[in-house]
């Protein structure tokens, strides 16, 4: 029990009669290697992938909900924009410089991402916990970065 946080990747995979063989997917999907026959390929319109995993990373919950969500906080699909992505980015490598300087300051890093806290959020310290998850939040922002594009879109959610 607690804050379960998933950043999904749904890329867009729709073949259509117009496209060029070279343009179209080749989707297929098998279970012990063999083919199911219940999911038909050419009916697929998406894959989704899960991009990023956090438990208890109570802040980036609090960012994304503040910033992408209008502060509504109802365990629902928040889509993330490139804007978003790169915003993220950006306050994250901000939080790391100043938990990495001489003199960390605990409260300029908060003014940037505070914890939030929640029923069953964990910890609203900044400590190593802290600090490791911006780090690991960092890499999965910048592989999103680099995916992202006109068939591909990203979305938060989080359950508790």
Same mark, same amino acid.
């Given at each position: ?30 279970l ?14 998406? +894959?989704? =992938? ?6 208890? *990373?109570?802040?980036?919950h609090?960012? &994304?909900?503040?910033?992408?969500? #209008? ?8 889509q ?8 993220l980015y950006?306050t ?11 003199q960390?300051?605990?409260?300029? +890093?908060? =003014? ?5 806290s929640g *029923? ?5 310290? &900044?400590?190593?916990?802290?600090? #490791?998850e ?16 006109s068939?591909?879109d ?7």
């Amino acid at each position: 029990m607690g804050l379960d946080q998933w950043l999904y990747k749904k890329t867009y995979v729709q073949n259509w009669e117009h496209q060029r063989p070279e343009e179209r997917h080749e989707i297929s999907v098998k279970l012990g290697g063999v083919l199911r026959e219940d999911i038909n390929p050419q009916k697929i319109a998406y +894959i989704v =992938e899960q991009a990023g995993y956090w438990r208890k *990373f109570n802040a980036l919950h609090g960012w &994304i909900v503040d910033n992408c969500a #209008e502060g509504n906080d109802d365990c629902q699909e928040i889509q993330l924009t490139e804007d978003n992505l790169r915003e993220l980015y950006d306050t994250l490598t901000k939080v790391l410089e100043k938990a990495k300087a001489e003199q960390p300051s605990k409260k300029e +890093i908060a =003014e940037l991402m505070p914890p939030t806290s929640g *029923f069953f959020f964990g910890s609203i310290e &900044i400590d190593e916990h802290y600090i #490791e998850e911006v780090e690991k939040t960092i890499e999965i922002i910048e592989q999103a970065l680099i995916c992202v594009g006109s068939d591909v879109d990203y979305y938060y959610q989080a359950s508790w």
